[in-house]
């Protein structure tokens, strides 16, 4: 690793606008966007095909695309999400990349980095402990405590905690009431940081979070119970994008971290605008397949921040698309070419799903040594019958030198449709709820339309009495599947999606809608990762992948 200040330095950082967090991790103060003149570089986004337990290797891919170009004389940088402590001691791991596509230094970014998740996480819950102390100490706002809307909130996976009963105990500790805990990355906070343009836009939109109803059905705001000033002096420093490298010493900013399944599934605006800045090409990634992250990536962030995409890139691997064609795991190393041609259709409705957005696409194929020749033709004649580049990465084992045809592939695509990207998102946010939820599931999931519970039904006529009906939407959904049955592999048709409830987050900027038996707090496995690390005599942490 080099010193971050020779990382900023050779992108123009000047060491003014850096707040160091030891040698190696350095903080970007946000004045440095409004004095860089420069222009924006060219925006590529990474998404992949529908997640398998095989893995596709996303995080690992956009860190090698960067490396590669950096490798072909490109001016690269890139912009990727922070990891939560869930996955990372759960069963997914961090999200650093693999292999020779690493972020570093990996172990310090996969726990406590630079304090982010455990700001947002304490000004969450700052705000939960004053409605409780508001409804305590006389409630003058008349709060219903069996509605207040927001939870408590942890960067752990503990199912415990999902629905839990707080102020027990007698008079002097509050008001009993049922509460429930959420993952810190799928709280609205956590969007808002990665929505708001500065300090005055933060505040503002912390400022919006419904935070309750009161007992004749009026919401309450974080604002009406005073909480917004002290929120934002707990986020002042996590609002700044954190500058990192990889390996190959090429600039990664690396700045918020919602999941795509549970909430938006995108770093923040700031991290993207500042890798636009500091390059020719920023390479980001959104979570998941691109019915989740890349979906949101284009209707919630790129409508809030302007953003304009050049190109996109779907990852896949053989591996996972022989899954999507029924082999087992524990048989996806063996040939199976028949398997291989009845799941690649997952890939083409991925491909298809990008050009709806008016964006156009490289497949990327995450190469492993068991790909067969066989198997490799298919997958390039059917993104030649899909009029898509492919191109093989290996980054893993080769770092930048693995990314270079994937590299070629991208910049290429982006000069022959120089002028001819007509970006927009699919739908009008001034529709309906329902008319915009029907769009995405009919154009992004394939389904035959959207069945309503009757609380969901009666949620939506809050949010349209209230008036935030005019927003995006973010749903959460499985991201096993294109439906919201995670069993249902491949392209399933002939089904419909079940909205089971719609949650505002006014802040944040958009509606949630809650699908299938997705949890915004999840478990952990019969046998957790965290089983597996363990730290040396002199410091060296073991086991953390």
Request: glycine share 10%; hydrophobic share 40%; charged share 20%.
């Amino acid at each position: 690793m080099s010193p971050i200040e020779d990382i900023a330095g050779k992108i123009g950082i000047g060491e003014q606008w850096l707040e160091c967090y030891g040698k190696y991790k350095a903080k970007v103060d946000l004045g440095y966007l409004g004095d860089n003149k420069n222009a924006d570089g060219k925006l590529i986004l990474v998404t992949a095909i529908t997640p398998t337990p095989a893995g596709e290797g996303k995080t690992t891919t956009a860190i090698g695309l960067a490396d590669g170009l950096r490798k072909i004389g490109k001016n690269a940088a890139a912009a990727l999400r922070e990891p939560s402590l869930g996955p990372v001691f759960g069963i997914k791991g961090g999200a650093c990349g693999g292999g020779y596509a690493q972020i570093v230094p990996m172990e310090d970014i996969n726990l406590h980095f630079t304090g982010d998740m455990h700001a947002i996480t304490s000004a969450n819950n700052l705000l939960c402990a004053l409605i409780d102390n508001h409804i305590q100490q006389g409630n003058v706002l008349g709060i219903d405590p069996r509605r207040i809307q927001i939870k408590r909130c942890l960067d752990m996976n503990d199912r415990a905690l999902r629905n839990c009963i707080i102020g027990l105990g007698g008079k002097v500790n509050g008001v009993p009431r049922e509460d429930h805990f959420q993952i810190t990355v799928a709280s609205e906070i956590m969007a808002i940081l990665c929505l708001a343009d500065d300090l005055v836009d933060l505040k503002a939109r912390l400022g919006r979070i419904l935070v309750a109803y009161t007992y004749d059905g009026k919401p309450v705001f974080a604002s009406d119970v005073e909480a917004v000033g002290a929120m934002t002096a707990l986020l002042k420093d996590a609002i700044n994008p954190n500058l990192v490298q990889t390996l190959e010493n090429t600039p990664a900013i690396i700045h918020g971290g919602p999941f795509a399944n549970i909430a938006h599934g995108c770093n923040s605006v700031r991290a993207t605008k500042l890798a636009l800045k500091l390059g020719d090409y920023a390479i980001t990634e959104a979570g998941f397949g691109s019915d989740l992250g890349a979906e949101k990536f284009f209707d919630i962030k790129c409508r809030y921040a302007g953003l304009k995409p050049s190109c996109t890139v779907i990852v896949a691997t053989i591996r996972a698309l022989k899954y999507n064609g029924g082999v087992p795991k524990t048989e996806l190393t063996a040939e199976n070419t028949e398997a291989l041609r009845k799941g690649i259709v997952n890939l083409g409705a991925h491909i298809e799903n990008m050009r709806k957005y008016g964006v156009p696409a490289v497949v990327a194929i995450n190469h492993f040594y068991t790909d067969t020749e066989a198997e490799i033709a298919i997958v390039c004649e059917y993104c030649e019958k899909m009029g898509a580049k492919v191109a093989f990465s290996d980054v893993f084992l080769k770092g930048g030198e693995g990314g270079i045809e994937l590299a070629n592939a991208v910049i290429d695509t982006i000069n022959e449709n120089e002028g001819k990207t007509n970006f927009a998102p699919i739908y009008d946010e001034k529709l309906s709820i329902k008319e915009k939820l029907n769009i995405i599931v009919r154009e992004i999931y394939r389904a035959d339309g959207v069945s309503y519970t009757t609380g969901a039904e009666k949620a939506i006529k809050e949010i349209e009495a209230i008036g935030f009906d005019k927003l995006p939407v973010c749903v959460a959904k499985t991201q096993y599947s294109l439906s919201d049955d995670p069993t249902k592999l491949g392209c399933p048709k002939n089904f419909t999606i079940t909205v089971r409830d719609v949650k505002l987050s006014a802040g944040a900027g958009f509606v949630v809608a809650l699908t299938g038996d997705i949890m915004t707090m999840p478990g952990l496995p019969k046998v957790p990762a965290a089983n597996k690390i363990d730290v040396s005599a002199d410091g060296e942490i073991s086991g953390l992948f």
